[in-house]
């Protein structure tokens, strides 16, 4: 299957800092990425779903301002928390399609913890 | 929106015993795909179903997507300890493979050796 590699694994950052997430789809052309946000003993959530070279759609009740998405090349999307607070620790998926893969391939998921 | 319903949330089975958990969901969905997630792990794609009535198989895994393609089983045979994980279903729905994946609650398999 197709691969995505998802950068950090693992970080811990300061309240009021910002904290960049990359996600990399290293054999193919991903032109929709999704980032997701997992809770403990949750399903996925999503966040926003972005398409490459356009603003990026957030689902409901999540901030934008907060949560930066860039999707600027067909192989790379950031996720930025800005100035994040503990309750934004959590675990973040990022997953990428291409126009001709019906799948969705997953990144291998980052955890955020904010102290 | 829609909603996919996954059974059982948790099954605790000893190592051998075939293993069996399903979706459904209230309205039509174009493609039904299973994914299992390790701790610490993002979702591994484990078999991908395209048409209504598809039966497909991926080692001691088969997957089936409902003739009404409301409901979608999959089933592990001969469990092992590495089978532990958290499985989901995902489809699509309306939208077709252009919209997102709908995501399952999950089903918590644990495997006693």
């Known amino acids: 299957g197709a691969v995505v590699s998802q950068h950090p694994s693992r970080v811990i950052c300061k309240s009021g800092t910002s904290v960049k997430i990359e996600c990399r789809s290293l054999?193919?052309?991903?032109?929709?990425m999704f980032w997701y946000r997992q809770f403990p003993k949750q399903s996925l959530m999503l966040m926003a779903t972005?398409?490459?070279?356009?603003?990026?759609?957030?689902e409901q009740g999540v901030e934008k301002d907060k949560f930066l998405i860039n999707h600027a090349s067909l192989t790379l999307s950031t996720l930025t928390v800005t100035s994040a607070h503990p309750e934004d620790s959590s675990f973040y998926i990022c997953?990428?399609?291409?126009?001709?893969?019906?799948?969705?391939?997953f990144g291998q998921g980052t955890r955020l913890t904010v102290v | 929106g829609q909603q996919l319903n996954q059974s059982p949330q948790s099954m605790f089975i000893q190592e051998g015993e075939d293993v069996s958990m399903n979706c459904t969901s209230s309205?039509?969905?174009?493609?039904w795909l299973w994914y299992k997630q390790d701790p610490g792990e993002g979702p591994v794609l484990l078999i991908a179903?395209?048409?209504?009535?598809e039966l497909t198989s991926n080692g001691r895994l088969t997957a089936q997507f409902g003739i009404t393609r409301k409901d979608s089983f999959l089933n592990i045979s001969a469990s092992i300890p590495s089978d532990v994980g958290i499985y989901f279903c995902a489809g699509h729905g309306e939208e077709g493979s252009q919209g997102n994946l709908i995501f399952g609650k999950g089903t918590k398999l644990s495997v006693k050796p």
């Open positions: 054999d193919f052309q991903a032109t929709t």
């Open positions: 997953s990428a399609r291409s126009d001709r893969l019906t799948e969705a391939f």
């Open positions: 972005s398409n490459e070279g356009s603003k990026a759609t957030y």
């Open positions: 309205s039509i969905f174009n493609t």
């Open positions: 179903l395209y048409k209504a009535g």
